[in-house]
């Protein structure tokens, strides 16, 4: 029981950054439909019979206020997610995905995703915050889903693999079979409000890189072979089990 | 000369009440801005008013509350309604109680355009008017 009652609390904790999510899109739709709406007005002011240059002028220092204001609302997330301190413990991290994977099961069969996994053995375990690592891979996994689940043809496989990164890292890729990626975006993948859903916000991967960031880890996105994306999220070898002997590449 | 039409902005969001304000006068149409429900009920000025602008969920009388007072006082003005935080049953219950449109922020100047010209006459929409 008291396991059932860890595992219910760790899902509510995943959970969070889902309802998180919710309320950052309220607060910043605000300033954003502001935005939208002075640019529109300028723009009417601009295009008038007699150009009003003092509206559009207004109109402009209005949408410089309110970019501002979506932006420090992003600024106090970062913030909270940086002040609560990565509840760090010795992690293996091919448990981690594990458990993240069959939480994911039911949107993988769905959306008849075939998911497979492959684990390096004997990886050296991780100092890291549990939750904040599965709340990325969760996130990484639905993009994923979700990028396939998009597309009508294809092939839709979903491949964890994890790894030794170097000396210093180890390595997680999620790699999938969707679309793909322009590669004109992977610099702006991990901005805030970025994304290529059409009812998505953009905040999960901002917030996962975040996360990455604050362990001391790395994530990034390239192109899969032959189609689709990978991302890879790295996490520091924990000093303790630095220089394993054997390293395996993914 | 004609009079021109009146629009109601009603947001409790000062940024999206002063947008919208300069685009509805950008527009040709006369804007009056409230804070509040209540503000605009209280006005004397309510008559003059062919179209209001309301955000859903406001501090006191929400949108919906606020069109469902102005239908009881028997002098409806159409509504349309703009919220941050869309929800499908709050949705259909304002279009059911006779809200003409239902917008989620941001919404694009077309959406908003075709709802506020939906609602007036040819020569209300064209900015003047009785």
């Not at chain 2, 950008?26 to 602008?53: H, P, Q, T, W």
Request: aromatic share 4%; with cysteine; charged share 25%.
């Amino acid at each position: 029981l008291q396991q059932a009652q860890a595992d219910l609390e760790r899902l509510n904790r995943v959970m969070l950054l889902g309802e998180m999510t919710a309320s950052i899109a309220h607060e910043v739709n605000q300033p954003i439909a502001a935005v939208v709406t002075n640019a529109n007005a300028g723009l009417r002011w601009l295009g008038a019979q007699q150009p009003n240059r003092d509206e559009v002028r207004q109109a402009l220092g209005r949408i410089v206020r309110d970019g501002t204001r979506a932006g420090e609302v992003i600024g106090r997330i970062r913030a909270l997610i940086k002040k609560v301190p990565p509840r760090r413990e010795l992690l293996d991290i091919n448990q981690a995905i594990r458990e993240v994977i069959g939480l994911t099961q039911t949107e993988t069969q769905r959306n008849a995703v075939r998911l497979q996994s492959r684990f390096a053995d004997g990886l050296p375990l991780v100092s890291a915050d549990r939750v904040q690592v599965q709340q990325v891979m969760i996130n990484l996994i639905i993009n994923a889903i979700e990028a396939m689940a998009g597309a009508n043809d294809g092939p839709r496989e979903l491949t964890v693999v994890s790894g030794i990164q170097d000396a210093n890292n180890v390595v997680v890729e999620v790699r999938d079979t969707g679309p793909g990626l322009d590669p004109k975006q992977f610099d702006r993948l991990f901005q805030s409000f970025y994304t290529t859903k059409p009812d998505g916000i953009g905040m999960g991967l901002a917030i996962s890189r975040s996360i990455a960031e604050a362990h001391g880890g790395r994530l990034s996105a390239s192109p899969n072979n032959p189609r689709g994306a990978v991302f890879r999220f790295t996490l520091p070898i924990d000093e303790k089990f630095k220089a394993t002997p054997e390293l395996s590449r993914p | 000369l004609p009079r021109k039409t009146v629009i109601a902005i009603v947001d409790d969001d000062q940024s999206v009440r002063e947008a919208l304000t300069s685009l509805v006068r950008s527009l040709g149409y006369v804007a009056m801005a409230f804070e509040c429900a209540e503000d605009l009920l209280k006005s004397r000025r309510r008559r003059n008013v062919s179209c209001v602008i309301a955000d859903v969920q406001m501090p006191g009388m929400t949108g919906i509350e606020l069109h469902n007072r102005l239908v009881a006082s028997g002098e409806p003005i159409p509504t349309i309604l703009i919220t941050a935080f869309p929800d499908e049953r709050s949705r259909e219950h304002a279009l059911q109680a006779g809200v003409i449109c239902y917008l989620t922020k941001p919404f694009s100047e077309d959406d908003l355009l075709a709802c506020i010209r939906s609602n007036l006459g040819p020569r209300e929409a064209a900015g003047t008017g009785s």
